[in-house]
């Protein structure tokens, strides 16, 4: 049975792909065409995530394991002692997202490590010192919450703040306490240098979500943050194609 599935591992990947990418459409297509509120489309975020985390264990097997194991347990720690004490992100609870532990949503340590593992498939063609690969990875990830965090705290209802912040509301505490707790994630997990098309497909889709998101909701520097990331993502796309171009022999 094992033999069979790595043996078909990037069907099973595309068609996983498929399906997240159908529920994101259908969850954009219910939110900002036909108006439904946050509570109506309630089991869809759960869901996309736990799609997603199924398409990085397919698409990335074994090698992915620990790094995944290291993401999701950081993840988790820290949003459990935020939501007790306030620290590292501030004040806030959460509000959707489906079963909880500790008053945390299950799926949350699967977002943290699926926006991990994308950041540093970015730079998996990268040669770098370890501090270096995870700053890039921390100031990419801290880049996405800019432009995620208004939305899902906002008509999104995922979660709410106890006091309001400088930017929509949200604490800036919150972008410092992504940006360290990021950082130290990526200097502890074991790095996957092999890029993979499918994760680097299912990371495109959070700023390019965020983008539609944003120009349907009226959240104008939102959209243009997503437009900056989505041609972060295009530029390194290419630099790699470039570079793989050249060195094929003439």
């Not at 993401?71 to 988790?76: C, I, L, Q």
């Not at 620290?87 to 959460?94: I, K, M, T, V």
């Amino acid at each position: 049975m094992l033999a069979i599935f790595h043996r078909h591992r990037p069907w099973f990947s595309g068609t996983l792909l498929v399906v997240y990418g159908s529920v994101i459409c259908w969850a954009a297509w219910c939110f900002l065409v036909e108006g439904r509120g946050a509570d109506e489309l309630a089991h869809l975020p759960h869901l996309s995530i736990l799609l997603a985390g199924l398409l990085l264990l397919c698409a990335l097997g074994r090698r992915a394991l620990a790094a995944i194991a290291v993401f999701v347990a950081g993840g988790f720690a820290a949003e459990a002692v935020s939501v007790a004490t306030g620290w590292p992100f501030g004040a806030y609870e959460y509000t959707g997202l489906g079963s909880q532990l500790a008053g945390v949503p299950l799926v949350i340590p699967v977002a943290w490590a699926v926006l991990l593992i994308y950041v540093s498939q970015m730079q998996a063609a990268l040669s770098a010192p370890r501090w270096l690969y995870a700053l890039i990875g921390a100031c990419w990830l801290t880049l996405l919450d800019f432009a995620v965090e208004p939305l899902a705290a906002g008509p999104l209802e995922w979660w709410r703040w106890h006091s309001s912040g400088t930017y929509y509301g949200v604490p800036l505490s919150n972008f410092a306490g992504w940006f360290v707790l990021s950082f130290v994630l990526l200097t502890l997990a074991p790095r996957i240098t092999t890029p993979c098309p499918w994760v680097r497909m299912l990371g495109i889709s959070v700023p390019l979500f965020a983008l539609l998101a944003a120009i349907g909701l009226g959240y104008p520097d939102v959209a243009v943050l997503s437009v900056l990331l989505l041609g972060l993502h295009g530029a390194v796309v290419w630099r790699e194609s470039r570079d793989a171009s050249f060195a094929k022999p003439v």
